[in-house]
Protein backbone atom coordinates (compact mmCIF):
# COMPACT_ATOMS: atom_id res chain seq x y z
CA UNK A 1 0.00 0.00 0.00
CA UNK A 2 1.34 3.52 -0.90
CA UNK A 3 0.52 6.04 1.32
CA UNK A 4 -0.87 9.59 0.99
CA UNK A 5 2.22 12.18 1.43
CA UNK A 6 4.18 14.08 -0.96
CA UNK A 7 7.64 13.69 -1.72
CA UNK A 8 10.27 15.64 0.30
CA UNK A 9 7.55 15.09 4.17
CA UNK A 10 9.88 15.16 7.28
CA UNK A 11 9.82 12.88 10.36
CA UNK A 12 8.84 15.08 13.39
CA UNK A 13 10.02 13.68 16.79
CA UNK A 14 11.23 10.10 18.20
CA UNK A 15 14.76 10.57 16.58
CA UNK A 16 17.03 10.83 19.50
CA UNK A 17 20.46 8.78 19.46
CA UNK A 18 21.70 6.30 22.14
CA UNK A 19 24.32 7.26 24.24
CA UNK A 20 25.98 3.84 24.00
CA UNK A 21 26.36 2.59 20.67
CA UNK A 22 28.52 -0.95 19.90
CA UNK A 23 31.71 0.28 18.79
CA UNK A 24 30.64 -1.59 15.14
CA UNK A 25 28.67 -3.32 12.80
CA UNK A 26 29.29 -5.30 9.74
CA UNK A 27 30.19 -3.50 6.83
CA UNK A 28 27.04 -2.01 4.43
CA UNK A 29 25.22 -3.28 1.97
CA UNK A 30 25.82 -2.66 -1.56
CA UNK A 31 23.43 -2.32 -4.11
CA UNK A 32 22.35 -0.13 -7.41
CA UNK A 33 25.58 -0.23 -9.25
CA UNK A 34 24.13 -2.16 -12.36
CA UNK A 35 21.13 0.04 -12.13
CA UNK A 36 20.04 1.24 -15.72
CA UNK A 37 20.37 4.98 -14.72
CA UNK A 38 23.80 6.78 -14.60
CA UNK A 39 22.04 9.21 -11.73
CA UNK A 40 20.83 6.71 -9.72
CA UNK A 41 24.64 4.65 -9.55
CA UNK A 42 26.35 7.53 -8.72
CA UNK A 43 23.83 8.60 -6.14
CA UNK A 44 23.98 5.17 -4.34
CA UNK A 45 27.65 4.58 -4.77
CA UNK A 46 28.15 8.25 -2.86
CA UNK A 47 25.97 7.53 0.13
CA UNK A 48 28.37 3.83 0.17
CA UNK A 49 31.43 5.58 0.00
CA UNK A 50 30.46 8.08 3.11
CA UNK A 51 28.30 5.36 5.02
CA UNK A 52 31.62 2.64 4.87
CA UNK A 53 34.04 6.33 5.77
CA UNK A 54 32.15 6.59 9.23
CA UNK A 55 30.61 3.21 10.23
CA UNK A 56 30.10 4.18 13.53
CA UNK A 57 27.44 6.69 12.00
CA UNK A 58 23.80 5.78 12.33
CA UNK A 59 22.84 8.41 10.49
CA UNK A 60 24.60 7.92 7.34
CA UNK A 61 23.73 3.95 7.54
CA UNK A 62 19.84 5.16 7.86
CA UNK A 63 20.55 7.03 4.66
CA UNK A 64 21.55 4.93 2.79
CA UNK A 65 19.06 2.75 3.95
CA UNK A 66 16.25 5.39 2.63
CA UNK A 67 18.29 5.69 -0.57
CA UNK A 68 18.18 2.12 -0.96
CA UNK A 69 14.60 1.84 0.02
CA UNK A 70 13.10 4.61 -2.14
CA UNK A 71 14.86 2.95 -5.71
CA UNK A 72 13.67 -0.51 -4.51
CA UNK A 73 16.46 -2.37 -3.44
CA UNK A 74 14.34 -3.96 -0.49
CA UNK A 75 16.46 -6.85 0.77
CA UNK A 76 19.59 -4.18 1.10
CA UNK A 77 17.44 -1.66 2.80
CA UNK A 78 16.52 -4.05 5.31
CA UNK A 79 19.90 -5.01 6.29
CA UNK A 80 20.84 -1.27 6.09
CA UNK A 81 18.05 -0.74 8.49
CA UNK A 82 19.25 -3.17 10.94
CA UNK A 83 22.65 -1.74 10.95
CA UNK A 84 21.38 1.97 11.85
CA UNK A 85 18.80 0.70 14.41
CA UNK A 86 22.03 -1.28 15.91
CA UNK A 87 23.87 1.80 16.04
CA UNK A 88 20.87 4.04 17.22
CA UNK A 89 18.63 2.19 19.09
CA UNK A 90 16.59 5.43 20.58
CA UNK A 91 16.28 6.38 16.79
CA UNK A 92 12.55 6.19 15.95
CA UNK A 93 13.15 6.11 12.40
CA UNK A 94 15.46 2.81 11.52
CA UNK A 95 12.60 0.35 13.41
CA UNK A 96 9.48 2.59 11.77
CA UNK A 97 11.11 2.12 7.85
CA UNK A 98 12.63 -1.09 8.33
CA UNK A 99 9.01 -2.62 9.23
CA UNK A 100 7.91 -1.18 5.99
CA UNK A 101 10.69 -2.81 4.32
CA UNK A 102 9.75 -6.11 5.74
CA UNK A 103 6.15 -6.12 4.91
CA UNK A 104 6.84 -5.15 1.32
CA UNK A 105 8.78 -8.37 1.09
CA UNK A 106 5.96 -10.15 2.78
CA UNK A 107 7.05 -11.00 6.15
CA UNK A 108 4.63 -9.40 8.00
CA UNK A 109 5.21 -11.07 11.47
CA UNK A 110 8.77 -9.83 11.21
CA UNK A 111 7.19 -6.09 10.28
CA UNK A 112 5.10 -6.38 13.22
CA UNK A 113 7.39 -7.35 15.62
CA UNK A 114 9.99 -4.50 14.07
CA UNK A 115 7.08 -2.04 14.41
CA UNK A 116 6.31 -2.84 17.84
CA UNK A 117 9.71 -1.37 18.36
CA UNK A 118 9.08 1.61 16.76
CA UNK A 119 5.81 2.00 18.71
CA UNK A 120 7.33 1.80 21.89
CA UNK A 121 9.41 4.36 20.93
CA UNK A 122 6.81 6.94 20.10
CA UNK A 123 3.39 5.33 20.77
CA UNK A 124 1.76 8.92 19.43
CA UNK A 125 2.72 8.55 16.16
CA UNK A 126 -0.75 7.59 14.61
CA UNK A 127 0.21 6.04 11.33
CA UNK A 128 1.78 3.59 13.06
CA UNK A 129 -1.13 1.93 14.68
CA UNK A 130 -3.03 1.90 11.19
CA UNK A 131 -0.05 0.18 9.76
CA UNK A 132 -0.46 -2.07 13.09
CA UNK A 133 -3.86 -2.61 12.53
CA UNK A 134 -3.60 -3.23 8.49
CA UNK A 135 -0.56 -5.86 8.60
CA UNK A 136 -2.75 -7.63 11.38
CA UNK A 137 -5.81 -7.75 9.39
CA UNK A 138 -3.67 -9.33 6.44
CA UNK A 139 -2.65 -11.73 9.07
CA UNK A 140 -6.33 -12.84 9.97
CA UNK A 141 -5.90 -11.25 13.69
CA UNK A 142 -9.06 -9.57 13.75
CA UNK A 143 -9.77 -8.56 17.00
CA UNK A 144 -6.12 -7.41 17.55
CA UNK A 145 -6.87 -5.17 14.60
CA UNK A 146 -9.32 -3.81 16.25
CA UNK A 147 -7.24 -2.41 19.16
CA UNK A 148 -4.87 -1.15 16.91
CA UNK A 149 -7.38 0.86 15.08
CA UNK A 150 -9.45 2.06 18.38
CA UNK A 151 -6.10 3.18 19.50
CA UNK A 152 -6.26 6.13 16.32
CA UNK A 153 -9.89 6.92 16.71
CA UNK A 154 -9.38 7.37 20.67
CA UNK A 155 -6.63 9.95 19.62
CA UNK A 156 -8.94 11.85 17.56
CA UNK A 157 -6.47 12.56 15.13
CA UNK A 158 -6.63 14.25 11.12
CA UNK A 159 -9.87 13.57 9.15
CA UNK A 160 -7.80 11.27 6.66
CA UNK A 161 -6.39 9.26 9.44
CA UNK A 162 -9.40 9.02 11.23
CA UNK A 163 -11.63 8.01 8.42
CA UNK A 164 -8.41 5.24 7.82
CA UNK A 165 -9.14 3.78 11.43
CA UNK A 166 -13.10 3.54 11.16
CA UNK A 167 -12.87 1.98 7.72
CA UNK A 168 -10.12 -0.34 9.13
CA UNK A 169 -11.85 -1.13 12.56
CA UNK A 170 -15.38 -1.84 10.13
CA UNK A 171 -13.17 -4.53 8.07
CA UNK A 172 -11.95 -5.98 11.69
CA UNK A 173 -15.97 -5.88 12.61
CA UNK A 174 -16.64 -7.93 9.65
CA UNK A 175 -14.45 -10.44 9.99
CA UNK A 176 -15.75 -10.68 13.79
CA UNK A 177 -19.15 -11.16 12.58
CA UNK A 178 -20.28 -7.78 14.00
CA UNK A 179 -21.63 -6.17 10.83
CA UNK A 180 -24.04 -3.71 12.41
CA UNK A 181 -21.27 -2.09 14.47
CA UNK A 182 -19.36 -1.70 10.99
CA UNK A 183 -22.46 -0.04 9.01
CA UNK A 184 -22.70 2.87 11.26
CA UNK A 185 -19.05 3.19 11.23
CA UNK A 186 -18.87 3.33 7.28
CA UNK A 187 -22.12 5.32 7.00
CA UNK A 188 -19.93 7.70 9.12
CA UNK A 189 -17.10 7.70 6.67
CA UNK A 190 -19.17 7.40 3.34
CA UNK A 191 -20.91 10.87 4.31
CA UNK A 192 -17.92 12.63 3.79
CA UNK A 193 -16.39 10.47 1.09
CA UNK A 194 -17.20 8.93 -2.07
CA UNK A 195 -13.98 6.72 -2.09
CA UNK A 196 -14.80 3.29 -3.80
CA UNK A 197 -12.93 1.37 -1.03
CA UNK A 198 -15.45 2.95 1.60
CA UNK A 199 -18.06 1.82 -1.00
CA UNK A 200 -17.17 -1.31 -1.44
CA UNK A 201 -16.79 -1.98 2.17
CA UNK A 202 -20.57 -0.78 2.96
CA UNK A 203 -21.65 -2.76 0.16
CA UNK A 204 -20.53 -6.00 1.96
CA UNK A 205 -21.73 -4.20 5.55
CA UNK A 206 -25.01 -3.86 3.62
CA UNK A 207 -24.83 -7.26 2.68
CA UNK A 208 -24.06 -9.36 5.68
CA UNK A 209 -26.94 -6.67 7.39
CA UNK A 210 -29.84 -7.67 5.05
CA UNK A 211 -30.03 -3.94 3.91
CA UNK A 212 -31.06 -4.91 0.52
CA UNK A 213 -32.75 -1.51 -0.28
CA UNK A 214 -29.51 0.47 1.02
CA UNK A 215 -27.50 -1.90 -1.03
CA UNK A 216 -28.84 -1.21 -4.21
CA UNK A 217 -28.96 2.42 -3.71
CA UNK A 218 -24.93 2.16 -3.49
CA UNK A 219 -22.48 2.00 -7.10
CA UNK A 220 -20.48 -0.96 -7.65
CA UNK A 221 -16.95 -0.81 -8.36
CA UNK A 222 -14.99 -3.03 -10.48
CA UNK A 223 -12.51 -2.23 -8.21
CA UNK A 224 -11.11 0.08 -5.47
CA UNK A 225 -7.69 1.20 -4.33
CA UNK A 226 -7.44 0.85 -0.44
CA UNK A 227 -8.07 3.94 1.50
CA UNK A 228 -4.70 6.15 2.02
CA UNK A 229 -3.37 8.01 4.93
CA UNK A 230 -0.65 10.75 5.59
CA UNK A 231 2.32 9.38 6.82
CA UNK A 232 5.40 11.77 6.62
CA UNK A 233 7.92 9.77 8.40
CA UNK A 234 7.23 6.46 5.79
CA UNK A 235 7.33 9.22 2.97
CA UNK A 236 11.17 10.97 4.54
CA UNK A 237 12.91 8.21 2.35
CA UNK A 238 11.35 9.74 -0.99
CA UNK A 239 13.90 12.30 -1.10
CA UNK A 240 16.40 9.95 -1.75
CA UNK A 241 14.59 9.06 -5.01
CA UNK A 242 16.62 9.33 -8.10
CA UNK A 243 16.69 9.05 -11.72
CA UNK A 244 13.71 9.28 -14.13
CA UNK A 245 12.05 5.76 -13.52
CA UNK A 246 11.78 6.83 -9.14
CA UNK A 247 10.38 10.43 -10.08
CA UNK A 248 7.84 8.46 -12.52
CA UNK A 249 6.49 6.10 -9.49
CA UNK A 250 6.40 8.50 -6.95
CA UNK A 251 3.94 10.50 -9.75
CA UNK A 252 2.23 7.67 -10.50
CA UNK A 253 1.43 7.27 -6.72
CA UNK A 254 0.45 11.20 -6.48
CA UNK A 255 -2.10 10.62 -9.53
CA UNK A 256 -3.78 7.61 -7.48
CA UNK A 257 -4.32 9.89 -4.75
CA UNK A 258 -5.80 12.45 -7.49
CA UNK A 259 -2.92 14.74 -6.12
CA UNK A 260 -2.30 16.90 -9.09
CA UNK A 261 -0.73 19.95 -8.37
CA UNK A 262 2.12 17.89 -6.57
CA UNK A 263 2.52 15.14 -9.30
CA UNK A 264 2.47 17.86 -11.96
CA UNK A 265 5.87 19.28 -9.49
CA UNK A 266 7.45 16.39 -10.50
CA UNK A 267 6.50 15.45 -14.31
CA UNK A 268 6.59 19.19 -15.83
CA UNK A 269 10.69 18.78 -14.56
CA UNK A 270 10.94 15.36 -16.12
CA UNK A 271 9.41 16.49 -19.36
CA UNK A 272 11.77 19.03 -20.36
CA UNK A 273 14.10 16.43 -20.06
CA UNK A 274 12.23 13.42 -21.78
CA UNK A 275 9.43 15.67 -23.55
CA UNK A 276 9.02 12.48 -25.78
CA UNK A 277 8.40 9.79 -23.14
CA UNK A 278 4.72 8.52 -23.87
CA UNK A 279 3.77 7.28 -20.14
CA UNK A 280 5.62 10.42 -19.47
CA UNK A 281 2.93 12.03 -21.44
CA UNK A 282 0.13 10.25 -20.50
CA UNK A 283 0.58 11.15 -16.76
CA UNK A 284 1.21 14.55 -17.60
CA UNK A 285 -2.35 14.94 -19.45
CA UNK A 286 -4.02 13.28 -16.61
CA UNK A 287 -2.14 15.09 -14.06
CA UNK A 288 -3.48 18.76 -16.15
CA UNK A 289 -7.02 17.38 -15.79
CA UNK A 290 -7.20 16.57 -12.43
CA UNK A 291 -6.15 20.51 -11.67
CA UNK A 292 -8.86 21.76 -14.44
CA UNK A 293 -6.33 22.58 -17.29
CA UNK A 294 -8.59 20.59 -19.79
CA UNK A 295 -7.33 22.55 -22.68
CA UNK A 296 -3.53 21.40 -21.84
CA UNK A 297 -4.25 17.86 -20.83
CA UNK A 298 -5.72 17.78 -24.58
CA UNK A 299 -2.84 19.50 -25.89
CA UNK A 300 -0.38 17.05 -24.27
CA UNK A 301 -2.46 14.29 -25.61
CA UNK A 302 -2.91 15.32 -29.11
CA UNK A 303 1.08 15.59 -28.74
CA UNK A 304 1.42 12.10 -28.01
CA UNK A 305 -0.61 10.78 -30.29
CA UNK A 306 1.25 12.27 -33.16
CA UNK A 307 4.52 10.67 -31.27
CA UNK A 308 3.02 7.58 -30.67
CA UNK A 309 -0.12 6.61 -32.43
CA UNK A 310 -0.07 3.26 -31.82
CA UNK A 311 -0.08 3.93 -27.63
CA UNK A 312 -3.76 2.87 -26.29
CA UNK A 313 -3.49 4.74 -23.00
CA UNK A 314 -3.12 8.39 -25.42
CA UNK A 315 -6.47 6.80 -27.65
CA UNK A 316 -8.45 5.95 -24.18
CA UNK A 317 -7.76 9.00 -22.45
CA UNK A 318 -8.21 11.36 -25.57
CA UNK A 319 -11.99 9.84 -25.72
CA UNK A 320 -12.82 10.85 -21.99
CA UNK A 321 -11.76 14.33 -23.26
CA UNK A 322 -13.78 13.97 -26.43
CA UNK A 323 -16.62 12.96 -24.38
CA UNK A 324 -16.35 15.79 -22.07
CA UNK A 325 -16.09 18.22 -24.94
CA UNK A 326 -19.17 17.21 -26.37
CA UNK A 327 -17.66 15.15 -29.78
CA UNK A 328 -19.32 11.26 -28.72
CA UNK A 329 -18.76 10.00 -32.34
CA UNK A 330 -14.77 11.02 -31.61
CA UNK A 331 -14.29 9.48 -28.57
CA UNK A 332 -16.19 6.45 -29.65
CA UNK A 333 -13.41 6.30 -32.66
CA UNK A 334 -10.61 6.48 -30.05
CA UNK A 335 -12.35 4.02 -27.91
CA UNK A 336 -12.32 1.75 -31.15
CA UNK A 337 -8.82 2.33 -31.70
CA UNK A 338 -7.85 1.44 -27.80
CA UNK A 339 -9.87 -1.81 -27.93
CA UNK A 340 -7.61 -2.51 -31.35
CA UNK A 341 -4.85 -1.95 -29.81
CA UNK A 342 -5.46 -3.19 -26.28
CA UNK A 343 -8.07 -5.90 -26.62
CA UNK A 344 -7.74 -6.78 -22.41
CA UNK A 345 -8.62 -2.38 -21.83
CA UNK A 346 -11.91 -3.45 -20.21
CA UNK A 347 -12.37 0.60 -19.15
CA UNK A 348 -12.32 1.29 -22.87
CA UNK A 349 -15.51 -1.26 -23.46
CA UNK A 350 -17.06 0.22 -19.87
CA UNK A 351 -17.32 3.86 -21.23
CA UNK A 352 -18.08 2.45 -24.99
CA UNK A 353 -20.98 0.48 -23.40
CA UNK A 354 -22.00 3.57 -21.59
CA UNK A 355 -21.78 6.03 -24.85
CA UNK A 356 -23.16 3.94 -26.60
CA UNK A 357 -26.38 2.99 -24.80
CA UNK A 358 -26.79 6.89 -24.27
CA UNK A 359 -26.84 7.42 -27.86
CA UNK A 360 -29.47 4.52 -28.07
CA UNK A 361 -27.65 2.20 -30.14
CA UNK A 362 -28.20 -0.84 -27.97
CA UNK A 363 -27.48 -3.62 -30.92
CA UNK A 364 -23.69 -1.93 -30.46
CA UNK A 365 -23.78 -1.63 -26.89
CA UNK A 366 -24.77 -5.12 -25.79
CA UNK A 367 -22.33 -6.32 -28.77
CA UNK A 368 -19.75 -4.45 -26.98
CA UNK A 369 -20.37 -5.67 -23.72
CA UNK A 370 -20.08 -9.54 -25.21
CA UNK A 371 -16.54 -8.21 -26.43
CA UNK A 372 -15.71 -7.13 -22.91
CA UNK A 373 -17.09 -10.08 -21.54
CA UNK A 374 -14.65 -12.37 -23.65
CA UNK A 375 -11.60 -10.83 -22.44
CA UNK A 376 -12.17 -10.00 -18.91
CA UNK A 377 -14.27 -10.39 -15.64
CA UNK A 378 -17.32 -8.53 -15.29
CA UNK A 379 -19.11 -7.91 -12.30
CA UNK A 380 -22.61 -7.99 -11.47
CA UNK A 381 -23.59 -3.70 -11.83
CA UNK A 382 -22.25 -5.02 -15.34
CA UNK A 383 -24.00 -7.72 -15.89
CA UNK A 384 -27.28 -5.93 -14.56
CA UNK A 385 -26.60 -2.72 -17.19
CA UNK A 386 -25.94 -5.61 -19.99
CA UNK A 387 -29.74 -7.46 -19.56
CA UNK A 388 -31.67 -3.79 -18.96
CA UNK A 389 -29.32 -2.77 -22.68
CA UNK A 390 -30.75 -6.81 -24.05
CA UNK A 391 -34.47 -5.67 -22.70
CA UNK A 392 -34.75 -2.51 -24.27
CA UNK A 393 -34.20 -4.35 -27.70
CA UNK A 394 -36.59 -7.07 -26.09
CA UNK A 395 -34.40 -9.55 -26.53
CA UNK A 396 -35.72 -11.74 -23.21
CA UNK A 397 -33.29 -14.76 -23.46
CA UNK A 398 -30.40 -12.96 -23.31
CA UNK A 399 -31.87 -10.30 -20.41
CA UNK A 400 -32.74 -13.41 -18.15
CA UNK A 401 -29.56 -14.94 -18.46
CA UNK A 402 -27.82 -11.53 -17.77
CA UNK A 403 -29.72 -10.74 -14.90
CA UNK A 404 -29.34 -14.30 -13.32
CA UNK A 405 -25.58 -14.36 -14.29
CA UNK A 406 -25.40 -11.03 -12.30
CA UNK A 407 -27.32 -12.32 -8.98
CA UNK A 408 -25.36 -15.13 -9.19
CA UNK A 409 -22.33 -12.64 -8.15
CA UNK A 410 -24.53 -10.53 -5.97
CA UNK A 411 -27.77 -12.36 -4.72
CA UNK A 412 -28.98 -9.18 -2.51
CA UNK A 413 -28.71 -7.22 -6.01
CA UNK A 414 -32.52 -5.86 -5.78
CA UNK A 415 -33.41 -3.95 -8.77
CA UNK A 416 -31.85 -7.56 -11.29
CA UNK A 417 -34.56 -9.86 -9.29
CA UNK A 418 -37.53 -6.84 -10.04
CA UNK A 419 -36.04 -6.94 -13.81
CA UNK A 420 -35.48 -10.91 -14.12
CA UNK A 421 -38.75 -11.35 -13.34
CA UNK A 422 -40.06 -8.50 -15.99
CA UNK A 423 -38.22 -10.44 -18.80
CA UNK A 424 -39.50 -14.01 -17.49
CA UNK A 425 -43.12 -12.43 -17.83
CA UNK A 426 -41.95 -11.38 -21.33
CA UNK A 427 -41.17 -14.71 -22.24
CA UNK A 428 -44.27 -16.20 -20.85
CA UNK A 429 -42.50 -17.95 -17.63
CA UNK A 430 -45.91 -16.37 -15.02
CA UNK A 431 -45.07 -18.56 -12.31
CA UNK A 432 -41.46 -17.89 -11.84
CA UNK A 433 -42.16 -14.21 -12.98
CA UNK A 434 -44.38 -13.54 -10.08
CA UNK A 435 -41.85 -15.47 -7.82
CA UNK A 436 -39.06 -13.24 -8.68
CA UNK A 437 -41.46 -10.24 -8.04
CA UNK A 438 -42.69 -11.76 -4.36
CA UNK A 439 -38.74 -11.79 -4.17
CA UNK A 440 -37.41 -8.38 -5.41
CA UNK A 441 -40.49 -7.49 -2.55
CA UNK A 442 -39.09 -8.98 0.33
CA UNK A 443 -35.30 -7.71 -0.48
CA UNK A 444 -37.09 -4.04 -0.74
CA UNK A 445 -37.77 -2.93 -3.81
CA UNK A 446 -40.84 0.31 -4.02
CA UNK A 447 -44.34 -0.80 -4.03
CA UNK A 448 -44.59 1.13 -6.99
CA UNK A 449 -42.28 -0.63 -9.15
CA UNK A 450 -43.88 -4.22 -7.75
CA UNK A 451 -47.51 -2.80 -8.37
CA UNK A 452 -46.14 -1.84 -12.41
CA UNK A 453 -44.20 -4.83 -12.79
CA UNK A 454 -47.21 -7.02 -11.43
CA UNK A 455 -49.57 -4.95 -13.65
CA UNK A 456 -47.78 -5.92 -16.87
CA UNK A 457 -47.78 -9.53 -15.61
CA UNK A 458 -51.73 -9.22 -15.45
CA UNK A 459 -51.80 -7.70 -19.08
CA UNK A 460 -49.53 -10.32 -20.57
CA UNK A 461 -51.22 -13.19 -18.93
CA UNK A 462 -54.70 -11.42 -20.00
CA UNK A 463 -53.31 -12.05 -23.33
CA UNK A 464 -52.49 -15.74 -23.06
CA UNK A 465 -55.77 -16.34 -21.78
CA UNK A 466 -57.69 -14.52 -24.51
CA UNK A 467 -55.31 -16.03 -27.56
CA UNK A 468 -56.21 -19.56 -25.64
CA UNK A 469 -59.48 -19.36 -25.87
CA UNK A 470 -61.39 -21.08 -28.74
CA UNK A 471 -63.05 -19.27 -31.32
CA UNK A 472 -67.14 -19.70 -31.42
CA UNK A 473 -67.93 -21.54 -34.46
CA UNK A 474 -69.87 -20.30 -37.27
CA UNK A 475 -73.49 -19.79 -37.40
CA UNK A 476 -74.85 -22.26 -40.18
Known amino acids: MVNACGPGGSESGGQASSTSTPATVSAPPRAGQKADEPELRAYLRRLYTVAVGQPGSAELRGQLAMAYHANGFSA ?37 EVLDRAIALDPS ?30 ASPDASLLAAARVGLARSLLREGDPEQAVELLERVAAGSEHPYVIRQLRTAY ?13 TFESAEPLLWPDPRLMEQSRHIRG ?14 ERGQ ?18 LLNNLSIAYRLVGRN ?14 PDFHLFHFNIAVQFEERGEPELALAHLDRAIELD ?34 QVDAGALFNAGMIAGALERWPVAIERFEQSLVLDPTLARARLFLGRSLAETGRFVEAREAFEAASKMGVSNRDIESAMSRLKVLTGAQTTDAQPTSAPEP
Open 76 to 112: AAEQAYAQAQALAPLDVRWPYLRSHVLSGLGSNEAAL
Open 125 to 154: YQPAWLWQGSWLLDLNRAAQAGQAFRQVIA
Open 207 to 219: RQTGQAEALAALP
Open 244 to 257: FSGRMLVANDLLKL
Open 262 to 279: DALEILEPLYERKPEDRE
Open 295 to 308: ERAFDILTRGLERH
Open 343 to 376: SGLIGAYQRKVALLSARGRYSEALATFDAMAEVG
